[in-house]
Structures are given as C-alpha cells and as structure tokens.
C-alpha cells in the first residue's frame, strides 16, 4: 500500500485541483463513476461475494451479513445515488456576503472546498460511493477507510471510482482508500494533519472516542442519540401516542430513535397504560422505576415492564427498548434531559405555547421539536438533500450535515491601492 | 485552587442559566463590569505592578514588559472596550432560515451560545477582560488560563469581572480562572471534553501545536501568518510600493504583516530597486536568494541585503525583515504560495482581471486580497466589531472570528403531530 503520509500528499495535489473545477466538469465525472459503476456490477458482486463468504466463516449474524450484501438491485442502487448527487446544487463559489468597507474595499467570503477529509466507517459498502459522491461534487479530496468485513467490495468500488475520475479527466487520487486493514492505520490517518484538514467517523461510539483522543485534526463526533420526548400536562394525547410509537418503532436501530419517554405526573395515570398498550403492539420493553413502574406493570395487555437500572437512562436503546419516567414538571423534565441527553434530538408534546417555548429555549440539542417525533433529524428529511454525517458537536455543523457542510469559506477583499491607517 | 473537573461543571451550569439570559441582561452585567473595573482601577494598577516588577527581576525585555504593563489609561481603555461589547449587536436567537418542509412541519435554525470555552492566552491583561465581556455578551462560559507573567493582572480582573456578574445577577461562575500556574492544568483542561465545547489558543506555534496535540476538543487554531504579496507584470508599481511598505511595516510584528515579496521577472530589475529603497527608509532587511539576491545587492541606498537560507521562506519573520524572490509568472507564484503560506493573508497585484480572479481562486487562504496591504485581515477592520481569534484552519471558522463565531446553531421542528413515513 502507498504509504500513509504519500497519499495525505497526493490528496492534498487532488484537493488543489478540484477546487477550481467547474459545476459542470465535476458533475461529468459522477457520471462517470455512474457509469462505470453500472458496467462493473458483475465484478462488484463478485467480490462482495468474498467478502459474505468470508462473514459466513468468521459466524457473522444474518442481520449485519444483509447490511453488508450489495445485489444487482443494490448496485443499481448505487447507481441511482450517484446521479442523485448531480441534481444536487453545487455550493462551491456561492458568494456568502458582500460588503463595502468604510476605506472603499469590497470585501466577500465565498464557500470553497474544505480541502481534504478522512472518513472513517463501518460495515456497509454504499458508504463508499456515498461519501466519495458527495466529495467530489464539493471539490473535496477524501481518504476513505472502511470496515475489515467489506474490504472487498470497498477496494474494487473505490477503484471504479478512481478510474471513472481518470477517464472523466480528473485527479484520480481524489479518492484513495486505505487497504491495508492493520489498524494502525486509522492512527496515522487522524495525525496526518500537515495534509487532512477533518475527520468524520461513521460508527459507533467507540469510534467516535478514538478519534476524539487520538486526532490532532478537527473532528466531527455525532450519531449517538438518547433522544427524549417529553408528554406535557397539556399535550394531545392521542397524537401522543402515534408519535411516540413512530420515534421508538418506526426504525428503533438508528440514532434518532426514542429512548427515553418524561410523563408529566398529572397525566401519568391516564397515559401510562396507553402508550404501554400501544407499544405491545411492537413488542416494545420498558424501562421504569418507582410509581411509574408500579403503574405499568399493573397494566393489562401491556408491553413487557423491567425496572430500570442505575444506568438506564444513559443508554441509547438502539432496539425496542423504552425508558419511561414520571416527572413533576417541564422543569423536571428540562433537567433530566440536560443530565441525560447526548443533545442530539430531543422532543415535548405539549398544548401549551409557553412550555413549548420553554422548551425549545432550555433543551440545547442539535434538533429540537415540538409536537413531532425526533424521526426527522435526517439530511434527507430536513431538505439536505444528502447526509455526510449528524454532528453532535457544536462546532462547524450541528444536526444534519449536507453539501454546504462539506465546505468552508475565504474572505476576498477587493482593493485599488488600499493600505491600513 | 478549585479542581478542574469542579470548574468545568460549574462553567456548564453558569452556561445553561446564560443561554436563556436577554440581551439586555447580558448587557447590564456587562455595564456592572465596567462599573466594577473603574471603581477598581486602583487596585488593578496595585496587582499590576506586583507582575512588573516580577517581571523586572525576571529580566524581561522592556517591549515585553510594556505588553504587559497597565496604566490609569489603559484601564480606562479596558472600561471603555467592555461599554464598546455593550453596542455589539447580540446574534444570540437570531433564525438563520426557515422553510417549511413538505409535510407541513416548520424547520428553522436559531443561533445559540456554544457553551463553554476554555481560553489559553500569552502575556497582555486586557484579553483577560475581553474574552470574558465577549463571552458573557454571546452567552458562552468561559475558563481562563492566561500567562504566569500577569498571574496577579490577571486574578484580580477575573475576580472583579465574576464580582460584577454576581451583583448583576448572573451566575458568576461564567468567568473563571485557572489561577494556578502549574502547567499540569492547561493539559487537563485541553481534555476536558466533558464541559468544555471550544478551546481558542491565542500564542505562538508552540501552544497551537500544545493544543492540537492534547485537546480532545475542537481547537481554533489560528494566527500564525506567513502572508505573500505578488506583484503582476501589470501591477501599478507606485501603489504597489505604498501596499508592500504598509503590509511590511506599519505594524510588523503581527500575524498579517508580510513575510515574502514575490516579484514577475519581467519588473524584477526595475522595481526591486524601487522598493528596496523605499523598505529602506524603515531599516528593513532583505533575504533573497540568486538573481534577486545580485539586483538587491547592486542598489544603492537600498536595504541590507542578506542571502536567504533553505526555509526563510518559511519563517513568519514578525520583524522588519522580508522574503524576496523572483518568478518567472503567475503560476509559479500560485505554486510557491501553495508551499510555504500558512493560509492566512496573500495578496496579488495586478491591473489584468483575469491574473487577479485566477488568483483569488487557487490561492486557498483564509483572506485572499487584490491590490490591497495583507493588514487588512482582523475583525474590526472586517467590521466584525470585535476578534476573538484569527481561524487558520477551514472548520467553523475562517479568518478573523467575531461574535457570530462564539455561536452555533439548534434546529427547531415546529409540528402538529408530525411522524415520519
């Protein structure tokens, strides 16, 4: 393998020519990769097939082995992506403001590409074109570096890739993997600061630990959501009940899914047997303590009830499960969230104006609803038109990262002579 | 001292009471400090002078000593810096956007304080009351870690600014600082990602590269400039004389002074003479290599000239001294800007539109001037009306950072029983 601090070189060479490319040229060579990627579905299949073979062996579970399949559909998938990505508009070159200064000088910031990311990931194959896509159509140069099971399927797509970019006329070093699966790697890659300008983890929480110690190199952290929804004295409780079910049911393995349901007291009795009713359904399990846990289980027909841990309500559930706590007030509530969320999406129902007010106020995480399930933080949901990742952090971007995220801006100050007094 | 972890929770704590704060509470408790710092000025000038003459035992260098050095009129200019923060428009709760997404649900963005910052500074005291007023005007907590020569400058400030806070109301924890000198302090609080959002390194090479290597938080790394002016073939070679003498010597020994003149061969033998003797005129002194090297030297009345070693084009000289070098056209300037800028200020000079617009589009740092002085990058002259720092790096911040900078973002979903499909 080209060694680490080679490929930081030839990204950066890439970076530097990308940036000034045209909308036009860039989109030509996701077509391209479109293209390429349609006429190589056969070799892409085969060597995805090594790769399950070799999941089979080492007794991967059936769920991760589907996560890690690519079929005809799945490619023609790809496919589709890419051209997705040419309808996206192009943030590069939009000027941001423009002022006239008192001295005469125009002064702009216009969006250019940030210049080189290292993204690091896990399991699924897609993420290979994805985040390569997304790239490219920003100008950015990316050193990508996928998970050991599917380092098959990443190798010979990040390879269309490359060649696609040649033929279209471009740098093909804009996109290199790393393919070298020794681990050690990775570490080298997040102090390559002379050449990398960020790092985006997609992976779980032990990733995003080792990237936040280890980098020398802004990082984007997220994905980890123990999201909440708060029910209000004052809330419409049968709309309660759909949105509840939606945030934990309707996709409970991913980040913005329900973990902890707050019940404000007033209401506990009424609602509590409800929602646990409702949740039955789906074969949800709750997680309580104390009066709520009482009221639970002396529910009919309800969800299987466990009473909750120390660390409970520290966890991102990830699956059916449900924490359910009984609180005074919306100052309760605010509180428990403050202690216990990873400020990532975090909901109230409520009637009430005011409350909701407060709540939106009070609750500092990334996205924050009223009266809607925290389902929605999602690029494609918000509009994005892409998601490169969801940022917890606050930094750069929060929430939701799109197109516009994967770039940065320079001042351009416009003069005829002019000098500081 | 109190613990680091201690401090880190209570900056937080302090920071959810200031997000909610208005702007007109922000404002009187900033209106209490200045109140304070002029009621106080006497025993500002008492702590002072205990760091003065400290510093005189210690044998620093009268320029250093004068940085450090307070006066009756510089707490004044301290008084009327924090009554200056007070008119600077709050960005606190502005709505970045808007949009109402297909299912009815209302998406917005509104800027919020980022939280807690941790600030590592060098030398002048009056960044101690800046950073603070600037924080408290955006909401944000902040923990303070200035240099061991202004420990007593320092804690006395402090301590009147967390006084006013408290008499103003507002929690006075939102302004600590780490009064302890050991150095083993500034390692823990670059790691504690717990409570600390941002870290701002205002020093030399030496503390950004401290800061990248220990934080695991993000760092602005910033203010290192190794800033180039080109001069074009078709330069107007009068102002051109006027635009390098200002960004060489009007305040040398800044970030967005300039470090290297970058001359077409074409004008080389007329204008070399030309500017050496107007660099002259300020003892500045001149490094360059071969061709320009035997020009400078056969000038009369110009510079001293000295040959230049392998990396003085990588030096930021912070003195009267400045890079000379002949190239044979734009692109080899472009070329040797890519190598040695740090990505802070270039500038070109130019009368071709055409040379000017290639140039602010491939030279990708953070301010990008045509026919203007590389002095120009800093907040207020940007009318940013405040710097807390100048970004180098590309992520949440570019160039000189003003209030807007010490904010992030929430998104809010206002729905009405909005789930996800």
Known sequence: M?????????????????????????????????????RNAEVILERNARDIEAGKRKGLSP??????????????????????????????????????????MRLSRRRVPIGVLGVIYEARPNVTVDIATLCIKTGNSVILRGGSETLNSNK???????DALDQAGIPSKAVQYIDDPDR?????????????????????QRLHDLCREQATIPVITGGIGICHIYLDESADRIRALDIIENAKVQRPSVCNALDTLLVHESVAERFLPQISKRLALSDVVLK????????????GDGCVVEEAGADDFDKEWLGLTLGVKIVADLDE???HIREHSTEHSDSILTGDEENAEKFVDRVNSAAVYVNASTRFTDGSQFGLGAEVAVSTQKLHARGPMGLEELTT????????GHIRN
């Not at 797509?157 to 490359?162: K, R």
């Not at 050690?184 to 983890?201: A, C, F, G, T």
């Not at 801006?409 to 005829?416: T, V």
Request: aromatic share 4%; net charge positive.
């Open 2 to 38: 080209t060694s680490l601090v080679k490929m930081g070189r030839l990204a950066r060479e890439a970076a530097f020519e990308l940036s000034s490319l045209s909308t036009d040229a860039k989109n030509n060579a996701l077509e391209m990769i479109a293209v390429q990627l349609e």
């Open 63 to 104: 769920a991760l082995l589907d996560r890690l399949l690519l079929t005809e559909k799945r490619v023609q998938g790809l496919v589709a992506d890419t051209r997705n990505v040419i309808k996206l508009e192009d943030p590069v070159g939009k000027i941001i403001d423009t002022r006239i200064m008192d001295n005469g």
């Open 156 to 162: 010979i797509l990040a390879e269309i890739i490359s």
């Open 184 to 204: 050690s790697h990775v570490q080298k890659l997040l102090r390559l600061d002379k050449y990398v300008d960020m790092i985006i983890p997609r992976g779980g």
């Open 288 to 299: 309580a303590k104390g009066k709520a846990l009482e009221m639970l289980q002396s529910t």
């Open 333 to 335: 509530a605010i509180m």
């Open 409 to 416: 801006y320079k001042w351009i100050g416009r003069g005829s």
